[in-house]
Protein backbone atom coordinates (compact mmCIF):
# COMPACT_ATOMS: atom_id res chain seq x y z
CA UNK A 1 0.00 0.00 0.00
CA UNK A 2 1.49 3.45 -0.62
CA UNK A 3 0.98 5.89 2.42
CA UNK A 4 1.38 9.01 3.27
CA UNK A 5 3.73 9.64 5.73
CA UNK A 6 4.07 12.99 7.42
CA UNK A 7 6.80 13.45 10.73
CA UNK A 8 7.18 15.97 13.77
CA UNK A 9 9.32 17.37 15.81
CA UNK A 10 13.24 15.42 16.18
CA UNK A 11 12.32 13.51 13.56
CA UNK A 12 12.58 16.15 11.29
CA UNK A 13 15.73 16.15 11.81
CA UNK A 14 16.11 12.96 10.44
CA UNK A 15 13.42 12.40 7.78
CA UNK A 16 11.56 14.86 5.50
CA UNK A 17 8.41 16.40 6.56
CA UNK A 18 6.28 14.47 4.41
CA UNK A 19 6.79 12.10 1.74
CA UNK A 20 5.11 8.49 0.18
CA UNK A 21 5.98 5.46 1.22
CA UNK A 22 5.47 1.59 0.42
CA UNK A 23 4.44 -0.69 3.56
CA UNK A 24 1.78 -2.80 4.64
CA UNK A 25 1.38 -2.07 8.23
CA UNK A 26 2.92 0.19 10.28
CA UNK A 27 5.81 -3.04 11.45
CA UNK A 28 6.91 -2.99 8.03
CA UNK A 29 7.18 0.73 7.40
CA UNK A 30 9.10 1.26 10.60
CA UNK A 31 10.91 -1.16 10.13
CA UNK A 32 12.11 0.43 6.88
CA UNK A 33 12.44 3.81 8.02
CA UNK A 34 15.11 2.38 10.66
CA UNK A 35 17.14 0.20 8.05
CA UNK A 36 17.51 3.12 6.39
CA UNK A 37 17.72 5.72 9.50
CA UNK A 38 19.61 3.82 12.21
CA UNK A 39 19.39 6.86 14.59
CA UNK A 40 15.48 5.74 14.61
CA UNK A 41 16.02 2.85 16.26
CA UNK A 42 16.72 4.27 19.94
CA UNK A 43 13.16 6.71 19.08
CA UNK A 44 10.78 6.53 21.19
CA UNK A 45 7.46 7.17 18.95
CA UNK A 46 3.69 7.61 18.98
CA UNK A 47 2.25 6.93 15.45
CA UNK A 48 -1.11 8.09 14.27
CA UNK A 49 -2.85 6.78 11.24
CA UNK A 50 -5.65 9.08 9.98
CA UNK A 51 -5.81 11.31 12.70
CA UNK A 52 -6.08 8.39 15.29
CA UNK A 53 -3.23 7.31 17.64
CA UNK A 54 -2.56 3.43 17.28
CA UNK A 55 -0.57 1.37 20.06
CA UNK A 56 -1.02 -1.52 17.74
CA UNK A 57 0.52 -3.04 14.72
CA UNK A 58 -1.82 -1.48 11.89
CA UNK A 59 -2.45 -2.87 8.38
CA UNK A 60 -2.53 0.07 5.81
CA UNK A 61 -5.11 1.05 2.84
CA UNK A 62 -3.91 2.35 0.35
CA UNK A 63 -3.49 6.79 0.67
CA UNK A 64 -3.92 5.96 4.84
CA UNK A 65 -2.08 9.01 6.23
CA UNK A 66 0.65 8.17 8.76
CA UNK A 67 1.79 10.82 11.86
CA UNK A 68 5.19 9.73 13.57
CA UNK A 69 5.75 11.87 16.64
CA UNK A 70 8.21 12.23 18.83
CA UNK A 71 7.38 12.62 22.60
CA UNK A 72 5.05 16.00 23.22
CA UNK A 73 6.79 18.99 24.63
CA UNK A 74 4.22 21.94 24.26
CA UNK A 75 3.99 24.52 26.67
CA UNK B 1 -22.04 28.44 29.38
CA UNK B 2 -19.55 29.96 26.58
CA UNK B 3 -16.74 27.45 24.71
CA UNK B 4 -13.95 28.88 22.36
CA UNK B 5 -14.39 26.47 19.25
CA UNK B 6 -11.83 27.76 16.84
CA UNK B 7 -8.51 27.08 16.42
CA UNK B 8 -6.22 27.50 20.21
CA UNK B 9 -3.44 28.04 17.94
CA UNK B 10 -1.82 31.87 18.17
CA UNK B 11 1.07 32.90 15.78
CA UNK B 12 3.99 34.12 17.50
CA UNK B 13 3.93 35.45 21.06
CA UNK B 14 0.56 35.57 22.72
CA UNK B 15 0.12 39.31 23.70
CA UNK B 16 -0.36 40.98 26.99
CA UNK B 17 -3.45 42.40 25.50
CA UNK B 18 -4.90 39.65 24.79
CA UNK B 19 -4.90 38.10 28.43
CA UNK B 20 -6.44 41.57 29.19
CA UNK B 21 -9.12 41.40 26.14
CA UNK B 22 -10.09 37.47 27.33
CA UNK B 23 -10.56 39.74 30.57
CA UNK B 24 -12.94 42.35 30.27
CA UNK B 25 -15.33 39.98 27.78
CA UNK B 26 -16.49 38.46 31.27
CA UNK B 27 -17.68 41.56 32.81
CA UNK B 28 -20.96 41.19 31.52
CA UNK B 29 -21.38 37.62 33.12
CA UNK B 30 -22.94 38.01 36.06
CA UNK B 31 -23.01 34.67 37.44
CA UNK B 32 -18.83 33.99 37.16
CA UNK B 33 -17.71 35.00 40.27
CA UNK B 34 -13.88 33.75 40.01
CA UNK B 35 -11.76 33.45 37.24
CA UNK B 36 -8.20 31.43 36.85
CA UNK B 37 -5.44 32.22 34.61
CA UNK B 38 -2.30 30.04 33.48
CA UNK B 39 0.27 32.15 31.45
CA UNK B 40 3.68 29.81 30.35
CA UNK B 41 6.59 31.96 29.63
CA UNK B 42 9.79 31.21 27.77
CA UNK B 43 12.44 30.51 29.94
CA UNK B 44 16.48 31.25 29.31
CA UNK B 45 17.33 27.70 30.12
CA UNK B 46 21.14 27.75 29.98
CA UNK B 47 22.37 24.32 28.57
CA UNK B 48 26.20 23.44 28.06
CA UNK B 49 26.84 27.08 28.59
CA UNK B 50 24.40 27.91 26.26
CA UNK B 51 21.15 30.43 27.10
CA UNK B 52 18.17 29.83 25.00
CA UNK B 53 16.95 32.47 22.68
CA UNK B 54 13.57 31.29 21.86
CA UNK B 55 11.54 28.37 21.21
CA UNK B 56 10.25 27.41 17.94
CA UNK B 57 6.78 25.62 18.71
CA UNK B 58 5.25 23.18 16.12
CA UNK B 59 2.20 21.43 15.96
CA UNK B 60 0.52 18.51 14.20
CA UNK B 61 -2.50 20.54 13.68
CA UNK B 62 -5.20 18.62 13.13
CA UNK B 63 -4.42 15.48 15.40
CA UNK B 64 -4.37 18.45 17.87
CA UNK B 65 -7.47 20.48 17.24
CA UNK B 66 -8.84 16.93 17.76
CA UNK B 67 -7.48 15.98 21.26
CA UNK B 68 -8.23 19.70 22.05
CA UNK B 69 -12.18 18.85 22.09
CA UNK B 70 -11.72 15.94 24.11
CA UNK B 71 -10.12 18.27 26.39
CA UNK B 72 -12.21 20.39 26.41
CA UNK B 73 -15.29 18.21 26.64
CA UNK B 74 -14.04 15.91 29.45
CA UNK B 75 -13.60 19.47 31.40
CA UNK B 76 -16.53 20.84 31.21
CA UNK B 77 -18.44 17.19 31.98
CA UNK B 78 -15.74 17.12 35.35
CA UNK B 79 -16.13 21.01 36.57
CA UNK B 80 -19.01 23.13 36.80
CA UNK B 81 -17.32 25.94 34.29
CA UNK B 82 -18.61 29.30 32.90
CA UNK B 83 -16.32 29.68 30.54
CA UNK B 84 -13.10 28.34 29.02
CA UNK B 85 -10.12 29.52 26.71
CA UNK B 86 -7.28 27.89 25.67
CA UNK B 87 -4.10 29.69 23.57
CA UNK B 88 -1.05 28.12 22.42
CA UNK B 89 1.46 29.29 20.28
CA UNK B 90 2.65 28.53 16.70
CA UNK B 91 6.19 29.57 15.70
CA UNK B 92 8.94 31.09 17.13
CA UNK B 93 8.27 32.52 20.49
CA UNK B 94 10.96 34.70 22.47
CA UNK B 95 12.85 34.67 26.28
CA UNK B 96 10.34 36.23 28.30
CA UNK B 97 6.87 35.88 26.27
CA UNK B 98 3.91 34.47 26.59
CA UNK B 99 3.19 30.49 24.56
CA UNK B 100 0.55 29.41 26.50
CA UNK B 101 -2.74 30.94 27.92
CA UNK B 102 -5.14 28.95 29.65
CA UNK B 103 -8.54 30.72 31.35
CA UNK B 104 -11.45 28.96 33.06
CA UNK B 105 -14.07 30.53 34.92
CA UNK B 106 -16.70 29.46 37.31
CA UNK B 107 -19.25 30.48 39.63
CA UNK B 108 -17.23 29.72 42.85
CA UNK B 109 -13.02 29.65 42.78
CA UNK B 110 -12.57 25.87 43.31
CA UNK B 111 -13.87 24.72 40.09
CA UNK B 112 -11.98 27.86 37.86
CA UNK B 113 -8.71 26.97 39.88
CA UNK B 114 -8.63 23.14 39.39
CA UNK B 115 -10.08 22.99 35.95
CA UNK B 116 -7.34 25.29 34.74
CA UNK B 117 -4.70 23.20 36.75
CA UNK B 118 -6.06 20.21 34.88
CA UNK B 119 -5.99 21.71 31.81
CA UNK B 120 -2.29 22.65 32.04
CA UNK B 121 -1.16 19.19 32.65
CA UNK B 122 -3.70 17.67 30.31
CA UNK B 123 -2.54 20.25 27.28
CA UNK B 124 1.29 19.91 28.15
CA UNK B 125 0.79 16.03 28.18
CA UNK B 126 -1.30 14.51 25.84
CA UNK B 127 -1.21 17.86 22.98
CA UNK B 128 0.85 16.95 19.68
CA UNK B 129 3.29 20.19 19.93
CA UNK B 130 6.91 20.15 19.76
CA UNK B 131 8.92 22.80 20.78
CA UNK B 132 12.59 23.38 19.29
CA UNK B 133 14.82 25.23 21.44
CA UNK B 134 16.69 27.63 19.60
CA UNK B 135 20.20 29.62 21.40
CA UNK B 136 21.87 32.33 20.53
CA UNK B 137 24.65 30.69 18.75
CA UNK B 138 22.29 29.16 16.20
CA UNK B 139 22.01 25.96 17.15
CA UNK B 140 19.10 24.20 18.53
CA UNK B 141 17.82 21.27 20.95
CA UNK B 142 14.46 19.88 21.09
CA UNK B 143 12.45 20.66 24.48
CA UNK B 144 11.80 17.41 26.60
CA UNK B 145 8.90 18.06 29.15
CA UNK B 146 9.60 17.17 32.85
Known sequence: MKVQVKTFGSLTDILAKEFY?????????????THDHAELA?????IAVNNTIVKTA???????IVALMPPYSGG | MTKQKNDIFFQGPIPAT???????????????GAHSIFLGQIRADQIDGKAVKSIDYTTNRELALL???EIREAVFDKYP???MHVYHSEGEVRVGEICFFVFTSSAHRRAAMDACDELVERIKKEMPIWGKELFEDDTHQWKINK
Not at chain 1, 42 to 46: A, E, F, H, N, V
Not at chain 2, 18 to 32: D, G, R, T, Y
Open chain 2, 67 to 69: KMA
Open chain 1, 21 to 33: ITANDTTELLATL
Open chain 1, 58 to 64: VTFQEND
Open chain 2, 18 to 32: LVAEAISQHHNKPKI
Open chain 2, 81 to 83: LAC
Open chain 1, 42 to 46: QRSLL
